[in-house]
């Protein structure tokens, strides 16, 4: 009975056991990492990892949006505080003022606890406000204009080559990033930058070309510019560089 006791049978499963063992304990070691513990942070880099790769094409698209060059001026910052039940929070108001230069531009106002993050907000608003105004030659105004708002008024006038920008404060970032290279302007009433924003672009909203004008009353251009007193030689060359 002693020697049937003592046959190899129970030492085969712990001779089975210790081989098995050290196969696994690697396989289980690759899957956790180099410390125990670490299997599921591994799987967290790989999700990490897949996630920066979708931020990246994120910057990749802002990039491409980017790629029109838009003029951003920042006008204004302001700290403003809002009361609640334990006291006072504070944060920033910014004022954004945004245009290609080629006759687009727009403005837009954020809030946020942060300065930078006061100013994204205030350009992406700007940037879907966009407006485009026609320019003369690419330089000027066609005509004078009148902008009112609130208790802020200003007066656009169209000036010639060499004139460069009269404006002074919010209505020079407003010019500048629209793309006007002589202006002369004047603002009479309220020094707000908010209300004298709004009131240069309502000026601008107003501002027309020869060229919209004539498709409206289905005329030439040559025929509107030479009642102003043009020769008609030389209506019919500022009509052509118009239509241009």
Do not use: C, W
């Amino acid at each position: 009975m002693a020697d049937e006791n003592e046959t190899p049978q129970v030492e085969a499963p712990a001779e089975a056991t210790t081989e098995a063992a050290p196969a696994a304990a690697p396989e289980a070691r690759e899957g956790r990492g180099p410390r125990g513990g670490r299997g599921r942070g591994g799987g967290g880099r790989d999700n990490r990892g897949g996630g920066r790769g979708r931020r990246d094409d994120r910057r990749g698209n802002r990039d491409e949006e980017a790629g029109e060059e838009l003029i951003e001026k920042l006008v204004h910052i302001n700290r403003v505080s809002k009361t609640v039940k334990g006291g006072k929070r504070f944060g920033f108001a910014a004022l954004v003022v945004v245009g290609d230069g080629k006759g687009r531009a727009g403005f837009g106002h954020g809030k946020a606890r942060e300065v930078p993050e006061a100013i994204s907000k205030a350009t992406a608003a700007a940037k879907k406000a966009m407006v485009r105004v026609p320019l003369k030659d690419g330089r000027t105004l066609h005509h004078d204009g009148l902008g009112h708002f609130g208790a802020g008024r200003v007066t656009v006038r169209t000036a010639p080559a060499g004139t460069g920008i009269i404006a002074g404060g919010p209505m020079r970032a407003v010019f500048e990033s629209l793309g006007v290279h002589d202006v002369v302007t004047k603002s009479v009433g309220t020094s707000n930058p908010y209300n004298m924003i709004r009131a240069t672009f309502e000026a601008l909203k107003d501002q027309t070309s020869p060229r919209s004008v004539a498709q409206r009353r289905g005329k030439k251009v040559a025929d509107l510019l030479g009642r102003g007193g043009m020769d008609k030689a030389e209506a019919e060359a500022t009509a052509e560089a118009v239509t241009e």
